[in-house]
């Protein structure tokens, strides 16, 4: 099977290979203490890298692979998820928390398609 590469561009503007195991790293300290295991985590940057093949573009900046490890990281583990997002998604104070705590009561599954989300270049 052949796949086309996969770029990251970095905010310096450096493009550098996607790589998953820097997704596993990036998360990882968010499922520090949570019931995810390495399988988990690997299973989760196949997830990630997947869902951004599957758009087609051949370079994504760094900041839409973070927004890519949102969706899986949220139905792997709720708790990991918020302290993923609130340091990537730069949470300021309580409310930041409670917003995002009230939108997973409501809406616990992700259900829409990451790619609709995300590269609306």
Known sequence: ???????VIKRSG?????DRAKVVNGVRKACQGRPVDNDDLAK??????ESIRATGHAEIDAHEVGLA?????????QVAYLRFASVYQDFDNLDDFEQA????RQRPEVQEPLQAKLFTR
């Open 101 to 104: 705590i009230t939108e997973l």
């Open 69 to 77: 490890i949102l969706g899986p990281l949220r139905r792997l583990d």
């Open 1 to 7: 099977m052949e796949t086309t590469s996969l770029s």
């Open 14 to 18: 450096v493009a550098e290979a996607f």
């Open 44 to 49: 989760l940057a196949q997830d990630v890298e």
